[in-house]
């Protein structure tokens, strides 16, 4: 009879399981002993997780995952483990959004960074935790809407190997001794309650920066706009549950009641103090960019230019969500199922498009805006984006039925 064993975390409905698995369980300890977790007898309902070890490796099975996770290495297959895990606790919990990103909370609030895989976070978290910062997260947040402050997972960080070379001795000490787990490609940290905030400490949102790797740079830490920031939280965000224009409304608050920087550095240790010495206090609001900036270039278009417009006349569509941050236009579509981005100048065909126009209009338009611009180039990258638009049932165009009225 194969090894069966049922795990019960604190917030999720379902149990999961784990079959011929107890070197995944035995880790279990050590990376959520800030999620509480017990094992069960039995379960009222069909496990929400699986992992099950066979000849071929670890599987983890979910309802979603199709194929399932497969890994060799028990390591790998925890932290895939985890990240589906993560994902069990936002179904279950459907007010929740959910960033993928890291956070540390400096002078009581939280400063957070939504960058992408493999931008520096987690090194840079483990430089924090070594400052003596507390941290949240440092792959996922979630943030709860009653106040929309960030929650703590209670998962212990991880780092991927081999370490960049530029960390410090100070650093390299302290996560040599905080090692807990340590597979081919990753290792856990054993953080304490001080360093790491338990599953489900919240804290309010003080800031989001953006990192940039820069090989020789000098730390600095640099405002930039709210848009930016909106862009990159709206990709990061990975809670489907709740509908495409109330995230975009929710996400809109908190960035808007945020500091916005870039933090361009070298050294994840100078930019771990840097980081600390500006937001030791939040007595005044941190600075914020400009909104105002130069003329965006047209998107590129295809080489072949169009030279007469289609008769008829597109309009967007009023069901449409539409909020303007920065000059640029964010749309929640109709169907509540997605977040579509404009450009400057995209934005501005949006509002042109609040009453019906033709395709040559918009050309007159954008021409008399940028008369630099080869008209040919223009009508290229115009007739795109509204075929892109209409594709998108963001605008109606005439041919479709009664959507549209006679042009001016």
Known sequence: MADRLLVKFDGLSRPIALIESSDIYACF????????????????????????????????????????????DPVDALCGFIAELIRAFINDNTRLLCLHGAAAELG??????????????????????????RLFADDVLPIVDRNEQGMAPGIAPRLRLPLPDNLGARTRDFLGQRTVVRGKHYFYLDLTAEELAPHGTTA??????LLERTPDAEPKLLPIGESEILKQVIWQNFAREVEAPEILKRLHGIVGRAGCFRLRYSSADDAAALLKDNFTSWVDSPGRA???????????????????ARAGCYRRSPVVTETLVDGESFLADAEGAAIHHLNPVGSAIWQALASPQTAGQIVELLHAAFPETDVNRIEQDVRALLDDLKARKLVFFGEDGDQVSSCR
């Open 204 to 209: 309010p949102i003080g800031a989001f920066v």
């Open 29 to 72: 300890p050590k990376v959520f002993h800030h999620w509480r977790f017990s094992e069960t007898a039995t379960a009222a309902c069909a496990p929400v997780l699986t992992v099950r070890r066979d000849a071929k490796g670890y599987r983890v099975d979910a309802d979603w995952l199709d194929p399932p996770l497969v890994r060799l």
């Open 290 to 308: 400009p909104t105002h900036g130069p003329k965006a270039p047209l998107p590129a278009g295809p080489s072949a230019a169009i030279h007469t």
């Open 108 to 133: 009581g609030r939280l400063v957070i960074f939504p960058n992408r895989y493999r931008a520096g976070k987690s090194v840079l978290s483990a430089c924090l935790a070594t400052a003596g910062v």
